[in-house]
């Protein structure tokens, strides 16, 4: 079993950054692929950004490419989401995600375990 808790959601203006960290335990990440997956009120969720096992790939969504970027450091067991230049449109629920094969998908049914979440609130 893997424990997922996110931090760092909050409230910004827009055109501001956020970094987004996921910290798992319980065992560890290395051999996991990573999401971030995000759900507005009213929405289905959608990926947002995804990373491989060991972070030689990386897949964004077109809402986000350009202005997020997803990290991971194995050996700290956490996932970073860095989020510049926050539209409103940016504002929802943000959920870390792990799947137990090495590489990410789309799908938000692919992944095994999920954090709580946090809040992002971009405000114009």
């Known amino acids: 079993q893997v424990q997922l808790v996110e931090s760092g959601g909050g409230l910004v203006q827009a055109g501001g950054s956020l970094r987004l960290s996921c910290k798992a335990s319980g065992r560890t990440i290395s051999n996991s692929a990573m999401g971030w997956f995000r759900q507005a009120p009213g929405k289905e969720r959608e990926f947002v950004a995804g990373?491989?096992?060991?972070?030689?790939?990386?897949d964004y969504s077109d809402p986000v490419k350009g202005r997020f970027t997803i990290s991971r450091d194995n050996a700290k067991y956490t996932v970073s989401l860095q989020m510049n230049s926050l539209k409103p449109e940016d504002t929802a629920v943000y959920y870390c995600?792990?799947?137990?094969?090495?590489?990410?998908?789309?799908?938000?049914?692919?992944?095994?375990?999920w954090g709580q979440g946090t809040q992002v609130t971009v405000s114009s």
């Open positions: 990373i491989s096992y060991n972070g030689g790939s990386k």
């Open positions: 995600a792990s799947r137990d094969l090495w590489m990410y998908v789309r799908s938000w049914n692919g992944y095994d375990y």
